[in-house]
């Protein structure tokens, strides 16, 4: 990455957009000085996670900024559907990938433990690495004792997922008409290296809500309330997809639209979800 012309790009874009530095910082969340710095070219090689928040609330994209697309500020126009939804959050495990289990039966392949010894460690503290209470490092030290072998948990996990491309599709789908997000409880540095990988869908995403880089998982309340703001639609605007129970339920009690997504019937899923998005004949709308 050219820190110098991310920099110029990022100034670029946030000035196309009309924001000041501290505008920026506090819808993105990150703190002034290191904004201040990745403009300058003085941070090398910054957070991939953090240039994709400033894209998300600079309307561009991660290739964009880094250069390697030209300056462009998204299209904002958007549509409402029938049912009045403007902004569609997308889970991460068992709506768009699947078969991330996999990687305990594999892991338990290398190393000849017990894959309910391993998943009993691996979900004591799975919580805490997905708030970002656990370093991935302390994690895999701790996976390590349980398996006695090295253990890289992104890299059994990224081997296990499988895309599930009817939702790839619906989520492209639906960022032609609608705002789109990412809204997951998963450890830290998974999202960009699955946006890069075509494990997630390479697109500009409105909001990105990364647990691990909030604080919070769902189904908890804080990481609704901090969702729906980063959306900036009502709660009633915003529809929510996801394959736990719990977690659409807890959407629902603040007001969001909800559908459970069934990853062992994801064509069904996905038409169902679909004729819900429909967009209506009428002129789009302009969604702030």
């Known amino acids: 990455m050219d820190e110098q012309s991310l920099g110029r790009h990022l100034q670029s874009s946030r000035m196309a957009a009309g924001l ?7 819808r993105a969340g990150i703190s002034y000085s290191t904004l201040a710095k990745i403009e300058r070219g003085a941070i090398k090689s910054p957070s991939v996670f953090t240039i994709q928040r400033l894209a998300d609330v600079l309307n561009t994209t991660l290739d964009t900024l880094m250069g390697t697309l030209p300056l462009k500020v998204k299209e904002k126009q958007k549509y409402r559907s029938q049912s ?15 078969f991330f289990h996999q990687a305990f039966t594999r892991l338990a392949e290398d190393s000849g433990v017990p894959a309910d010894v391993i998943e009993t460690t691996f979900w004591h503290y799975n919580d805490a690495v997905c ?20 253990v890289d948990w992104k890299r059994y996990y990224l081997g296990a997922v499988i895309a599930i491309p009817e939702m790839h599709e619906l989520v492209r789908w639906a960022s032609d008409y609608y705002k789109v997000g990412l ?4 450890m830290p540095g998974f999202i960009p290296e699955m946006i890069q990988s075509g494990l997630i869908p390479n697109i500009a995403y409105d909001a990105i809500i990364d647990s691990s880089q909030v604080g919070a998982i769902k189904p908890e309340r804080q990481i609704f309330e ?27 009690q603040l007001g969001w639209k909800v559908m459970w997504f069934d990853d062992y019937r994801p064509e069904e899923s996905v038409a169902r979800v679909k004729r819900s998005l429909e967009p209506p004949t009428t002129e789009p709308v302009t969604v702030s």
């Open 131 to 150: 708030r970002g209470e656990l370093s991935m490092d302390d994690f895999n030290r701790i996976m390590a004792e349980t398996c006695k072998i090295m």
């Open 183 to 186: 809204l997951s409880n998963i």
């Open 226 to 252: 901090l969702a729906q703001e980063r959306a900036s639609v009502p709660p009633e605007e915003i529809l929510f997809i996801d394959d736990s129970r719990p977690n659409v339920m807890a959407a629902g």
């Open 20 to 26: 000041t530095q501290q505008e920026l910082c506090q």
């Open 84 to 98: 009045g939804v403007t902004f569609v959050y997308f889970d991460i495990n068992g709506c768009l990938v699947r």
